[in-house]
Nanobody, 124 residues
């Protein structure tokens, strides 16, 4: 069993930055893919970014490519999402998720474990 706890959300002005953290407990991430998803009011949950823990390979949604960076800290069993040049359309609840697949997947139903979410609000 894996427990995921997100932190780092908040209110920021457009053009600003935030760093989200996802701390895992219960099992190490070494054989997992960890992803970030987001869900805005009235919209479906969408993929943001993912990292393959063992080799560090990453994948991003086109909407965040070049602005967001996903990374991991093996010692802390934590995944980060650095978000720069934030836009009002980035406003959403951001969720961390994990799956034991060996390749990066972008479909939310492929992920087995989810955090509780953290709110990110970007004002214009």
């Amino acid at each position: 069993q894996v427990q995921l706890v997100e932190s780092g959300g908040g209110l920021v002005q457009a053009g600003g930055s935030l760093r989200l953290s996802c701390a895992a407990s219960g099992r190490t991430f070494s054989s997992y893919v960890t992803g970030w998803f987001r869900q805005a009011p009235g919209k479906e949950r969408e993929f943001v970014a993912a990292i393959r823990w063992s080799v560090g390979s990453t994948y991003y949604a086109d909407s965040v490519k070049g602005r967001f960076t996903i990374s991991r800290d093996n010692a802390k069993n934590t995944v980060y999402l650095q978000m720069n040049n934030l836009k009002p359309e980035d406003t959403a609840v951001y969720y961390c998720a994990a799956t034991s697949t060996i390749v990066i997947v972008t479909t939310s139903r492929k992920y087995d474990y989810w955090g509780q979410g953290t709110q990110v609000t970007v004002s214009s």
